[in-house]
C-alpha cells in the first residue's frame, strides 16, 4: 500500500499557465518534504512543511501543509519552461531511522 | 563542493558478477540511505544507516548488503547481481532529526545499473 498518493501523475502545460499538485494519505505526519527531480540527476530538496495549515513560499511555487496534517499541495504560479521535472513529495518514519518515503511523483512538463 | 558524491555514474554487470555502488559525503551527516528509482515504482528505500556502525534494512533490501564503518561512507553491495536489479540507484544523507523533525535529504547524482 502506497503511504503516499500524488495526483496527477502527468501534467503538461503551456508557458505561463498556472497548476497545482497533489499529496494526499490518511495518516498523519509530523512534516513533510517536497523535492524536484531532473532527468538524470538526484531529487532536490525544495521545501519541508511541519506545522498544520502551514504554506511556504519559494518565488512562483508555494506550498502548503493540511490542516491535518495527511495532505499537502505545490501550487505553481505562471509556470515557465525551467520548472519541468518530477515534483515528489515524500514523509520520513521513525521507525526506519528517518529515512524518506517517497510518493511516486508528479511529471510537469512545460512547452514554450 | 560539499555533496554526496557516488561512482561510477554508469555501469553494466553480467548476471551473478557482484559489485559494490560508493556513496561519501562531506557533510558530516548521520543519517545516509539507499533507494533504487523504477518506472512506475517510485523511490523505494533499500538501507539506511542513522550513524556509523547502525544499518537496517528498508523496504527492498534482498540481494543488497550495506556497512556504515564511518560517518561518511556508506557503500551499497550486490552480492549476485540479477536483471530485477537493473535500476538507477540514490544515496543521500541527512543530519539527525532535531525534535523528531527532519528538514532534508541531500542526494548523490546517481549510478544507473544495467544487468545482463
Known amino acids: 500500500t502506497q503511504l503516499l498518493e500524488q495526483s496527477p501523475q502527468f501534467l503538461s502545460i503551456q508557458e505561463g499557465e498556472n497548476l497545482t499538485v497533489y499529496c494526499n494519505s490518511s495518516?498523519?505526519?509530523?512534516?513533510l518534504q517536497w523535492y524536484r527531480q531532473e532527468p538524470g540527476e538526484g531529487p532536490v530538496l525544495l521545501v519541508t512543511v511541519v506545522t498544520g495549515g502551514e504554506v511556504k513560499k519559494l518565488k512562483r511555487l508555494t506550498f502548503q501543509f493540511g490542516d491535518a496534517r495527511k495532505d499537502s499541495s505545490l501550487h505553481i504560479t505562471a509556470a515557465q519552461p525551467g520548472d519541468t521535472g518530477l515534483y515528489l513529495c515524500a514523509v520520513v518514519t521513525s521507525n526506519s531511522g528517518y529515512a524518506l518515503n517517497f510518493g511516486k511523483g508528479t511529471s510537469l512538463l512545460v512547452t514554450p | 563542493n560539499a555533496g554526496v558524491t557516488q561512482t561510477p555514474k554508469f555501469q553494466v554487470l553480467k548476471t551473478g558478477q557482484s559489485m559494490t555502488l560508493q556513496c561519501a559525503q562531506d557533510m558530516n551527516h548521520e543519517y545516509m540511505s539507499w533507494y533504487r528509482q523504477d518506472p512506475g515504482m517510485g523511490l523505494r528505500l533499500i538501507h539506511y544507516s542513522v550513524g556509523a556502525g547502525i544499518t537496517d534494512q528498508g523496504e527492498v533490501p534482498n540481494g543488497y548488503n550495506v556497512s556504515r564503518s564511518t560517518t561518511e561512507d556508506f557503500p551499497l553491495r550486490l552480492l549476485s547481481a540479477a536483471p530485477s536489479q537493473t535500476s538507477v540507484y540514490f544515496c543521500?544523507?541527512?543530519?539527525?532529526?532535531?525534535?523528531?523533525?527532519?528538514?532534508?535529504?541531500?542526494f548523490g547524482s546517481g549510478t544507473r545499473l544495467t544487468v545482463v
Open positions: 495518516s498523519v505526519f509530523s512534516s
Open positions: 543521500a544523507s541527512s543530519y539527525s532529526a532535531s525534535r523528531g523533525i527532519n528538514y532534508g535529504y541531500t
